[in-house]
């Protein structure tokens, strides 16, 4: 079973290796799944790097990946709440990276069949993301005006339209390259950070801001964004000694989120949903290795997915 891994931590050249592994045996809790598509993450590249060493340690050669698609071809025991041949999306861990996976049925739901493998690969760490931060960090707090930051990545794309689709007046900001598509997904106001200066533009106009940026200077225009008392979610950094008085919420998982309510909950919602994908790359040890440079450069908008052919 052919896996991709970092063997230590450093470039992407030099750290990420094919290797040959032997499968798992499975339990009654999990199964097994052969891996037709999985995504590349920011939080791969982080680990990678070794920025992630004071919060997880891993063991080496370690597998990278948490989303993946694919076709189940082993269950244990008569009581599955899946059959041998089913397509499936799945949220792991870890070693995605890979030809196949054993990974918990809790873990795990049914794809539809309308949902390509590339939109389901590169949907599932953005979408738990998005969706637990409507669905349970704020909740019944959402006010009538959110501006996201970062607007055209996958998170903050599928942030847009969930709050769209609960009738949220969204302002939004990214780069001015990304200005069409973050309005086609329904925005009601763009501001492009490489041209304006978005705190002004928005001043005061936010009941919530979400930074889902990489990180960068926006979260002071997104404190002056905000109303006073207002909530200010990051998915990176929180601005260190904000001016403004409001409720600061550093976003991260919690255990406490269902990955299958959530990964449902898209099942239901996919036909309504748009995601990007920016490059879709054959199941090789140089794809993964472009894909982990391409991203970490902040290419164009969009996931990127290493796809398994349909001879391979």
Known sequence: MKRFAMKDYGDAEDVLVALEAQPRAIDE??????????????????LRQGKMQAFRKLNFPYVLGN??????TEIEGHDSPFAIGEQVLLHAVGGTYGEEIVVPT????????????????GVVTPWL???????????DQIGNTVLIEGASGAVGSLLVQLLKQKGKTVLASASSRNKDFVLHLGADEFAAYDQ???????????DIVIDATRGGQENQ????????GGIFIALNELPKEPEKAGDYVAYS???????????????????????EIAEVLPFQLSSVIKG???????HAAGKIIIKKGDNE
Do not use: C
Not at 67 to 72: K, P
Not at 109 to 119: A, D, G, H, I, L
Not at 261 to 269: F, R
């Open 67 to 72: 989303d993946a698609v694919g076709i189940v």
């Open 221 to 228: 225009s997104g404190i002056q964004a905000m109303k006073i």
């Open 106 to 121: 809790k873990k795990v739901v049914k794809k539809p069949e309308s949902m390509s493998w590339e939109f389901a690969a």
């Open 292 to 298: 982990h440079e391409d991203l970490a450069k902040h």
């Open 129 to 139: 993301t998005a969706y637990n931060i409507v669905t349970h960090v704020l909740a």
């Open 29 to 46: 809790s999990h199964i097994r799944v052969e891996i037709k598509a999985f995504a590349i993450n920011p939080y791969d590249i982080a």
């Open 253 to 275: 998982p919690s255990k406490e989120y269902s990955d299958q309510e959530a990964l449902i909950a898209l099942t239901k919602k996919a036909a309504h949903i748009q995601l």
């Open 196 to 206: 304006e200066d978005v705190g002004k533009v928005f001043a005061d106009r936010a």
